[in-house]
């Protein structure tokens, strides 16, 4: 993992994540940008064609002179937390978000892109129709979901959910790459609900594959996966909570209005987003 991409609106939020962008950055020997989108007005005025193209010009110099200004602000954050090693380019670009992270995602070849969420009601929105939201279908990039509510300490502990298909088996490797990177533990998940057609000579068959990785692997009845699954990551610590994202199903169910007012783990717990490859 060579490149993060890390989009700001220059907020709290976005600060908050800003810590974790820098933390993944040192960890992995990474660089990264420090992307900044703004989006003008449409403006008509027939009369005076000029005082549009005056208009819009004001518009740009604001911006820039703000994400000039905002960049002292974030090398003082990264001095903070003894990250001034940590290899930054900064990018200020007018347009749609969701657009202009898809094209630097593939045109600098980035690995991980790095956004703050708003906690508990922001989280729902993350997955349903907020610009993260937008990340995750249209950016096939690995993407982790910042709260605000998250205080970066140590990564020490990762919860992978997994149904042991095949493609969760590259999502797992790729876990376990970041993972070591932090020294970190990899567990594994399976809520086994009482229809699943899981057998656990295929569980055993994972574990001897993985025997030598820094995995643990935990299987548990319930029909609840939801509660299941804050449960284990309260009671494992969990530090970061890592999914296959498949077009958004479990991960869609996770983020109902319903869940936010009863469970409290997405407000606090980091999300890593994976796509299938």
Not at 161 to 170: C, H, I, Q
Not at 171 to 197: G, R
Not at 224 to 242: G, P, R, S
């Amino acid at each position: 993992m060579k490149r993060i991409l890390f989009p700001t609106d220059f907020s709290e939020t976005a600060n908050n994540a800003f810590v974790y962008a820098l933390e993944m950055a040192k960890h992995l020997g990474a660089e990264f940008i420090v992307l900044h989108v703004y989006d003008s007005p449409n403006l008509t005025y027939e009369g005076c064609p000029s005082s549009i193209a005056s208009i819009y010009e004001t518009i740009e110099l604001k911006n820039f002179e703000n994400f000039k200004d905002q960049i002292p602000y974030l090398r003082k954050i990264a001095e903070q937390h003894h990250f001034e090693s940590v290899k930054m380019s900064h990018v200020l670009r007018r347009g749609n978000l969701v657009k202009i992270i898809k094209e630097i995602a593939e045109a600098e070849n980035i690995d991980l892109i790095v956004m703050g969420t708003h906690g508990a009601s922001g989280l729902k929105e993350v997955f349903l129709g907020s610009n993260t939201g937008f990340v995750i279908t249209q950016v096939p990039t690995t993407l982790l979901c910042v709260p605000i509510e998250a205080k970066y300490d140590k990564i020490k502990h990762i919860c992978f959910t997994t149904l042991f298909k095949g493609e969760d088996k590259k999502a797992l490797l790729e876990v376990l790459t970041i993972a070591k990177k932090f020294h970190a533990k990899v567990k594994c998940l399976t809520v086994k609900t009482s229809n699943s057609k899981l057998t656990y000579e295929h569980i055993e068959k994972w574990q001897s594959d993985f025997k030598k990785e820094p995995v643990e692997f935990f299987v548990i009845p319930n029909d609840n996966i939801k509660k299941t699954i804050n449960d284990f990551l309260v009671q494992q610590e969990i530090d970061v909570l890592a999914m296959l994202t498949h077009k958004r199903n479990l991960i869609e169910e996770l983020f109902t209005q319903s869940l936010t007012q009863k469970l409290s783990f997405q407000s606090k717990t980091p999300i890593s987003v994976l796509h299938e490859k």
